[in-house]
């Protein structure tokens, strides 16, 4: 339950495990992402190193407790894609709904807005009507779906992919 006593901070290093519970859940339980295999401490601290040597990493903390992150990440490779970033969001499963999500993505956003960055990008495997009214909320447009791209949990995934010009 959604309390007064929160902060959203940058991430640490120390949050990794707190991360990987929140986020492992997804992987093993849902098609929300793509990932099958959970992830380990050590490889979370090393997400959390390479994103946040360039890009914010923000969580949702109550009480001691990581309840949601929000972070960006570089879109491709390519030199002309440099700045371009794809977002990603979660909440620990059972929070949603309270507008932890909306506070995350402003926050984020916010950041995002006093960078040097000009667009966002968010993948959403379909159907995710909170995913997609959250971004909405905040003026991503739909800009494409691609049918049956990925196959997790013995079914194929449509993905729909929203962008944002800061």
């Known amino acids: 339950m959604l309390s007064n006593n929160y902060v959203i901070r940058p991430v640490t290093i120390t949050d990794a495990a707190s991360l990987c519970s929140l986020y ?6 849902t098609v929300i992402t793509f990932e099958q295999e959970p992830v380990s401490l050590q490889t979370m601290e090393e997400r959390i190193r390479n994103i946040t040597a360039r890009y914010p990493w923000l969580v949702w903390e109550d009480g001691g407790e990581i309840i949601g992150y929000a972070y960006v990440n570089k879109w491709r490779e390519r030199f002309a894609y440099r700045f371009s970033v794809e977002n990603s969001i979660y ?5 949603e709904g309270q507008g932890m999500g909306s506070r995350l993505l402003a926050a984020l956003l916010d950041k995002l807005h006093k960078s040097d960055l000009h667009a966002v990008v968010s993948a959403i495997t379909l159907p995710n009507e909170r995913s997609i009214a959250l971004h909405e909320k905040f003026g991503f447009k739909a800009i494409a779906r691609f049918n049956e791209i990925g196959f997790k949990m013995d079914r194929w995934l449509d993905v729909g992919y929203w962008e944002l010009i800061l």
Not at 24 to 29: L, R
Not at 91 to 95: E, K, M, Q, S
């Open 91 to 95: 909440l620990r499963h059972g929070f």
């Open 24 to 29: 492992n859940y997804y992987i093993e339980q």
